[in-house]
Every structure is written in structure tokens, then in C-alpha cells.
């Protein structure tokens, strides 16, 4: 009979031997004698099973087939088998197969089942109380496997592999605890006792692995593998290079942060061509290994592939590949798989880098609540959620989840040698608070809180930032460039402090400078998000751009009836750091009652800026008027943040009443202006403008103005202006209104109200209601007023649009008049 089993290798023909003692003995000595292969031998005990059996027939057969598949290593068939027969109707010798595959299928309630069942059978055996520790390790228990551990020690070991297998347990038991290098030890001493022993050398890798020594452990595996062939499976291989690959990841960041060029992006370079070799490896083994269906060494392979798959778009983003992170997401969300929190969260960033902030909230989400006990407090999730909900304008999130991170994250750090030892994310956190203050349009709150900060940390880079940063927004471009000079010489090679230096040159007006250390900056760090951020915004401002301002109204009779303008202008991009050519054209029409006038006129000519200095000028052409071929200037001079100084000339006045067109009448307009800025809420502004008309008369004009913004919310402002003028015309009889002397008073109360906003997109609308009084001479006072509604879009660097609706009543020569309009705005850059 045994004969006859041995000879016939197909597991179908097998079905035909009936079950009986005899055959059961034959079958299991041609397994041991080699003539029969596992998988042979278990389809045969599983066959029988299938058929009618007595209770200690089936024992036998159950009990066998659960040895045979643990030693052949299929645990999740042993573990099923188990589970069908359960451990007490099993035969004492199959009981540690049964508990090993279980533990090796993470089944700990099967574990905990056929462990009691041994214990009860063999109180004072030492396998079962071995096995009775590793479940309670596997179940979280590990004082309780501590106590097994501390227990066994103290009785002698009779024999070598009782020895192995206490330092086995005790090996578990330290790095349960958290105590890698006594674990260590310990499996290095019974590797020692028992060199044979593969499984030892295959946990002492993935401890190393696990413990700061991927590399080290993935270097000894495949040397192993290749000096003993199977030491290794394929999927402990693999596993090991997906560790290793992710601490070289690691490494090749902080390589980068610390190199400049082309060289600190060659070691991400390396780890993501390694990547994809280890992809192509883990694919070709996993097919070699016919891994299919639903079992949990398919599991393990997909769940290692999905690893290194979220390595590789960490890698991505940090080489500054965000769009082929998304795409990588992309393919791997349609597949449906399952990612673990840091993939989800390199992800968002991939989002967030691509100004798609709205995408990457939920997986930022995500990533927070999969992380769970594992992400640490604070991490650079929650840093990068904080922001994704500021960009998508849910700053109510953003607040409550920095006042989390910041009562998770204390000054001093908890666990260290010595006490007192300050921690290094709370430094990161108070600058965090500061800078979503600034974002948020809170920049007074802002500067104090960076005042202190700096005070305290002079050294501090994101401090220091951060506080040019402020001086900017708060409109003194003199002191934030002094500050980023300043921390160029002490953080030169800070990329934050490179980018808002440059930044800070192009509000100053230096443009050449600005240009050539954005060079330096994208030669040295092409790859941050940063840096291409910084570049975006440059282009637009020094490129090429068009600037649109329309009108329309109707109802003022004393000017015009009917009235219609729009001002356009085109200029280049600027040509050796400081020229530009520009076009500018105005076309308008305006009907009244003495007639209609249509007036075009184009001028071309050349602007210059060069820090502190803007300089225009134009040679201009219209269709009609005494004054149809002229010249324009104009000069402005930033004295310093606080005091602004202009002056303009233009032969053939915008500002010439329709009137007067009509009339055949034209005018030279003359103006200068001194302005004093405290910061971006306050501003004060004198104005002196004279108009000399062709006809003889001459209008002088004297305005004072000062705006103070008095709310300034994430969501709402609310400012006010302040504004009073007087004018003079020679007393003549003309076809246009002239008052001899006139004067106004007025309070213009603006709210702005934010209604959307999408990274560097926002949708704004604002409210403008405007009183006051108007005296002219020989007619008296007379209350005036404005209501005026409007849209402002922000949709990227430099590009605006506004457009809206007034209404406003002003009186005439005593004759009070209502006029409505309309106004559009668009200024955006040109590619």
C-alpha cells in the first residue's frame, strides 16, 4: 500500500485510496521518506477528511494534516484546518504546529484557543508556556509574556534548543519593550547556538531594520541569500528593501537640505530609480511566487507593494514632482488601494504644491485619522492641513487644529537625559501661530508676536522670515529688504530667507538684483516648492501685462448725459532689469446737451524703475482738441516706507470735462502729490492738481485724504476715508462747469467681505457707502452721497478683476443730480 501511494503523484488519483489505518501509516512513511511531497501528502489527509470518519480516525487525520502544513509552511491552510477541527478534538503533537501557524496568520483568538488547550493537557511543559508568552506578546499583553520570560529563566535549560528558544522569547520580549539592542543580543546568541538556523538571521535583519539600520540589514540579507540560497524568502527580501529604500529616502532629504545644485537632488534620484528596480522585483517575485486570491501572503505582498508605491510619491513631491505624485495617486486610487497615512498624506502635499488645496483637505483628513496613535504630535500632516484649510478659506479649522497642535506640542521635551531641554517643534509652532496671523490679514497681531519671537531668538531663520515677511505685507518694502539683507549674511543659504529676499527686491523696485538671486536660487534649489512658487510670481510682475479701467454712467447732466470710457495699457516686459515700452490708449464718449463728443487717444513711450524711483514718459496722438498731439511724464519717489512723493504732466487732460470737448476746448494737466504710509491700515495723502485751458481758464485743486482700515478678519474688513478738497477757477463764462470756488467733504465707509478663496484665488464682494457735503460758492450747501457695489477677484499672481455697480447724488450750480454707472477693472500679466 505504501508502495502504491508513493507511485502515484497526482493528488486526484489519491481520492481513490480508502481511508484505514494502514494506508494512514503507509502515507505518513513515504512523507517522511521523501517519497511524497507535502502538498501530496496534505491533498490525501484532506481528501479523507472530506469523507465519512470516526471521531479518532478524523483526530488522527486532522492532526497530521495541520503538522504537514505548518512544516511545509502553508500556515493559513494549517490555520483553516484548525479552525474546521478546532484544538480540542486535535492530538497533543499537533497542537504547537496549529499554535504556530495561527500566530503566523495574526489569529490570535486561535492562537489563545490551542494554547489553553496545551496548557490544560501539559500544565508544566515548557513548549506551551513558550508559546503561551508569544500569544500574550501578540495580544499586547507583555508583562504578562515578561512574567513567562522572567519564570523560565530561573528553571535550567536541559538541552540546547531549550536555550534558543528562551533567548527567542526574551529577543520578542525586549523589543516588545522597546529595548533593541538587549533583543539584539539575544538573537545573536541563538543564531550562535544554532547557525543553521535561517529564521534567527531573518529576525535579527528586520530588528536591525526596524531600529535605524535598514540599509545595514537589506546589504546583510541579499549577501546571505546569495552565500546560502532560501536563507531569505522572496517577500522577507523584498520587505527589507522597502524599509531599506524608505531610510534612504530619508537620508537623500536631509542631504538635499544641506547641499546647493544639481548634487543635492543625486541621492533622490538614486532612491527613486531603486524604487522602480525594486517595483519590477517585487512584481516579478510575487508572479514567480503565484501569488493570487485572497491569502495572507497575497496580502502581504500587496501590502508591501502599496508601501513602496507611497515611497515613491513621497520621493516624488520631494524631488519637486508634483504632478507625477498626483498621477501615481491617481492610478493607485482607481485601482482601489488602500494607502497608509503617510501616502495619503505625500499626496496632499503633491495637491497642495499644485495649488489644488481644495483636494488635498481630504486627504490630509485622511491621513490624521488612519494615522491615529502612530502620528506623532505635531507632524508635518497636521503643519500642512493647517495651511490646506487656510488656502481653502476654513480658517475656523485652521484655528482650532493650531490651538491642538500647540497644546500638544510643549516648550520643553518631555522625555530627555537631562531635564529641561527645549524643544525644537515649539519654536516651529510660535512661529506657525505668527504666520497664520499674517495670513489671515491680522499683520498688527502678527508684528508684535514676531517682535517677540525675534527678541528672544535672534538666530531663529523662521523667525527672522517671518518677520521680513511682515514688513512687507505691512507695506514698508525699505525694512523688509533691510531685514532679508540682514539674515542673507547670517542664514546664506536659508532657501525661505533666499525667496523672501527676493521677493522683498521686486516690492523695492531692484529688479536686476532680484533677477539675478533668483538664478542663483532656481540653479541651486530648482526642486523646492518654494522656489518655483517665488519664480511664478516673478515672471508676472516683471513680465509683460495689460491693465484695463472702464466706465459708464449716466444722469449727471452737468457733465454729461450719457458717459462712456475706458483706459487701456499695454507694457512689455521689462527689458535690462529696468525699461519697459508701453502703449496706452483711451477711448470715450460722452452725450450732453450742447452736443456729443467722441475723443481716441493713443501714446507710446517708454517707463523706467529703479528702486526707489519710477520715471515716465509719452508721446501722445488724439483724434481731436487743440491739444491733440502732446507729451506725458511722470515722476514718483519713494523718500522712504513712510513718505512717497509724485509728480505728473499730461498735455491733453483726462479729466477734461465733456463739455469742453464738445466746445472744441482742451486742457494741460499738471499734479503732485505727497503721501505718508504708517502701514497697509493707514495712510495719509496731499494732492495738488491744476488744469490750464485752452480757452484761458485755469483750475487749481487742494485734496487731503487719509483712509484707516479698522477691522481686518480673515473674512471681513472694514475701512473708512477720510477726504477733503477745494478748488479755484478763474470766474469766466465757459460751456462747462466751472465753479469759481468749490470745496467737499466726504466719509466713504468700505466693508469687504471674503466669499471664496482657493489657494491664491479669492472671490471678494465689498460695499461702499459714501456722505458728505459739497458748497460751491454763489449756491451754498448741499449734501452728497454714493452707494457703490462691488466683485474683486483675485484668480493668481498680479491678475485681478473688479467690476460693479453706483449710484450717487451730487448738486450742480444748486441743481441736485443722480448718476449711475457701471465700472470694470482688470489688470492681469501676459505670457
Known amino acids: 500500500m505504501a508502495q502504491s501511494l508513493a507511485a502515484t503523484p497526482p493528488a486526484a488519483d489519491r481520492s481513490t485510496v480508502a481511508y484505514g ?75 504547537g504546529p496549529l499554535a504556530l501557524a495561527a500566530r503566523r496568520t495574526h489569529d490570535t483568538a486561535l492562537q489563545g ?101 535598514a540599509s545595514t540589514a537589506f546589504d546583510g540579507a541579499e549577501a546571505a541569500e546569495r552565500a546560502n540560497p532560501g536563507s531569505f524568502s522572496a517577500l522577507a527580501l523584498s520587505t527589507l528593501q522597502q524599509k531599506a529604500l524608505a531610510q534612504r529616502l530619508h537620508w537623500a532629504i536631509e542631504e538635499r537640505d544641506q547641499r546647493l545644485g544639481p548634487a543635492r537632488v543625486v541621492a533622490l534620484d538614486r532612491v527613486l530609480a531603486d524604487q522602480d528596480v525594486a517595483l519590477a522585483r517585487l512584481d516579478a517575485a510575487a ?85 491615529g ?46 531635564a529641561g531641554r527645549p524643544n525644537g517643534q515649539y519654536t516651529d509652532v510660535s512661529g506657525m501661530r505668527a504666520l497664520m496671523q499674517l495670513y489671515t490679514d491680522r499683520p498688527a497681531l502678527a508684528q508684535q508676536r514676531f517682535a517677540t519671537l525675534t527678541q528672544e531668538a535672534p538666530l531663529n531663520a523662521g523667525y527672522a522670515y517671518g518677520a521680513g515677511l511682515t514688513e512687507r505685507l505691512r507695506e514698508h518694502p525699505e525694512a523688509a529688504l533691510a531685514r532679508f539683507e540682514a539674515q542673507a549674511a547670517d542664514q546664506p543659504y536659508d532657501t525661505s530667507a533666499r525667496v523672501g529676499h527676493v521677493e522683498a527686491l521686486l516690492d523695492a523696485g531692484w529688479y536686476g538684483n532680484a533677477r539675478q538671486r533668483a538664478e542663483s536660487l532656481v540653479a541651486d534649489a530648482a526642486d523646492s516648492a518654494e522656489v518655483r512658487d517665488m519664480e511664478r510670481k516673478r515672471r508676472a510682475v516683471v513680465g509683460p501685462r495689460l491693465d484695463v479701467d472702464a466706465e459708464a454712467s449716466s444722469g449727471g447732466a452737468a457733465i454729461a448725459s450719457h458717459e462712456w470710457r475706458i483706459d487701456s495699457r499695454l507694457s512689455s516686459g521689462l527689458i535690462n532689469d529696468e525699461w519697459r515700452v508701453i502703449y496706452d490708449q483711451t477711448l470715450g464718449r460722452g452725450n450732453t446737451d450742447i452736443g456729443n463728443a467722441n475723443w481716441a487717444r493713443g501714446g507710446i513711450g517708454l517707463n523706467w524703475q529703479r528702486g526707489p524711483w519710477l520715471a515716465e514718459g509719452a508721446l501722445q496722438h488724439a483724434n481731436a482738441g487743440p491739444y491733440r498731439n502732446s507729451v506725458a511724464g511722470r515722476l514718483d519717489y519713494r523718500v522712504s516706507d513712510a513718505w512717497r512723493l509724485s509728480a505728473t504732466y499730461d498735455g491733453d487732460s483726462k479729466e477734461l470735462p465733456w463739455k469742453a470737448r464738445v466746445a472744441g476746448i482742451g486742457a494741460r494737466e499738471t499734479a503732485a502729490s505727497v503721501g505718508y504710509v504708517v502701514n497697509e491700515s493707514r495712510r495719509f495723502d496731499l494732492q495738488w492738481q491744476r488744469l490750464d485751458f485752452s480757452d484761458g481758464n485755469v483750475r487749481d485743486g487742494l485734496g487731503l485724504g487719509w483712509r484707516e482700515r479698522w477691522i481686518s478678519t480673515p473674512r471681513f474688513q472694514l475701512e473708512t476715508r477720510l477726504e477733503a478738497d477745494t478748488g479755484r477757477g478763474r470766474a469766466m463764462d465757459t460751456p462747462y462747469f466751472n465753479p469759481s470756488r468749490d470745496g467737499s467733504v466726504q466719509l466713504t465707509a468700505r466693508a469687504q ?63 441736485r443730480e443722480r448718476q449711475r454707472g457701471v465700472f470694470l477693472n482688470l489688470s492681469m500679466p501676459l505670457p
Open 753 to 815: 467681505w471674503l466669499n471664496w478663496k482657493s489657494d491664491d484665488r479669492q472671490f471678494f464682494q465689498a460695499v461702499e457707502l459714501a456722505g458728505g457735503s459739497y458748497h460751491q460758492a454763489g449756491f451754498g450747501s448741499g449734501p452728497m452721497w454714493t452707494l457703490r457695489y462691488e466683485h474683486r477677484w483675485n484668480l493668481g499672481p498680479k491678475l485681478t478683476l473688479r467690476y460693479g455697480l453706483s449710484i450717487s447724488s451730487h448738486p450742480y450750480d444748486g441743481v
Open 113 to 213: 484557543d490551542t494554547i489553553a488547550v496545551w496548557r490544560a493537557r501539559q500544565p508544566a511543559a515548557r513548549e506551551p508556556r513558550l508559546h503561551e508568552a508569544f500569544w500574550r506578546l501578540d495580544s499586547g499583553d507583555v508583562a504578562g509574556a515578561k512574567a513567562i520570560c522572567d519564570a523560565l529563566s530561573r528553571e535550567p535549560a536541559r538541552q540546547v534548543e531549550d536555550r534558543v528558544a528562551l533567548l527567542e522569547l526574551r529577543a520578542a520580549v525586549n523589543r516588545a519593550e522597546g529595548k533593541p539592542l538587549q533583543a539584539l543580543a539575544a538573537y545573536t546568541e541563538a543564531g550562535a547556538l544554532r547557525p543553521e538556523r535561517r529564521d534567527l538571521r531573518r529576525e535579527t535583519d528586520f530588528l536591525l531594520a526596524d531600529n535605524g539600520a
Open 373 to 418: 496613535a502612530d502620528l506623532p504630535m505635531p507632524d508635518d500632516i497636521h503643519f500642512g492641513l493647517v495651511y490646506a484649510y487656510q488656502d481653502t478659506g476654513r480658517f475656523e479649522e485652521a484655528e482650532a487644529l493650531l490651538k491642538q497642535i500647540e497644546n500638544g506640542t510643549p516648550a520643553l521635551l518631555r522625555l530627555t537625559p537631562e
Open 287 to 371: 508572479l514567480q511566487a503565484g501569488v493570487t486570491g485572497a491569502d495572507a501572503d497575497t496580502d502581504a505582498w500587496r501590502a508591501l507593494r502599496v508601501r513602496l508605491q507611497s515611497d515613491r510619491m513621497l520621493a516624488l513631491v520631494e524631488r519637486g514632482r508634483p504632478a507625477d505624485a498626483i498621477a501615481l495617486y491617481d492610478t493607485l486610487r482607481a485601482a482601489g488601494t488602500d494607502l497608509p497615512f503617510y501616502g495619503l498624506g505625500a499626496a496632499a502635499r503633491a495637491f497642495a504644491q499644485e495649488r489644488r488645496s481644495v483636494e488635498a483637505v481630504p486627504l490630509y483628513e485622511a491621513a490624521v485619522i488612519k494615522g
Open 21 to 95: 489505518p494502514q494506508a494512514h501509516d503507509a502515507l505518513i512513511l513515504a512523507r517522511r521518506a521523501g517519497r511524497v511531497t507535502p502538498a501530496q501528502a496534505l491533498q490525501q489527509l484532506k481528501d479523507w477528511l472530506a469523507a465519512p470518519l470516526g471521531d479518532a480516525d478524523r483526530q488522527r487525520v486532522a492532526s497530521d494534516a495541520i503538522a504537514i502544513a505548518t512544516g511545509d509552511s502553508q500556515f493559513a491552510e494549517a490555520a483553516a484546518l484548525g479552525r474546521q477541527q478546532s484544538p480540542a478534538r486535535l492530538r497533543d503533537y499537533a497542537l
